[in-house]
């Protein structure tokens, strides 16, 4: 099954400037592996060395956030849509 993938503005290089891909799995997991099969390095910018996902990075299923649902454990299904967002920090 096939799912949107909206990609942020500083991973779009990895995925040849363009801000949406599909990909395929069941879960976010799977789904995440797509994408580096697709665009190779782009795993090692969405995981941690420890094969967690960053924590400064957010992941939407359908506007809802994977942290409150099943971490990257979450279903999909075709026609879903993740979403990459990096986390913003800043002020004084």
Known sequence: MSVK???????QK???NKPEVEAKGSDVKAILADLEKQFPG?????YDEKGALRRFINFYV???DIRFLKGDST???AGDELSIVPAIAGGN
């Open 5 to 11: 993938v909206r990609i942020p503005t500083p991973l």
């Open 14 to 16: 990895m995925t040849g």
């Open 42 to 46: 782009i795993k090692e910018r969405l």
């Open 62 to 64: 359908n506007n809802e």
């Open 75 to 77: 279903t999909v299904k």
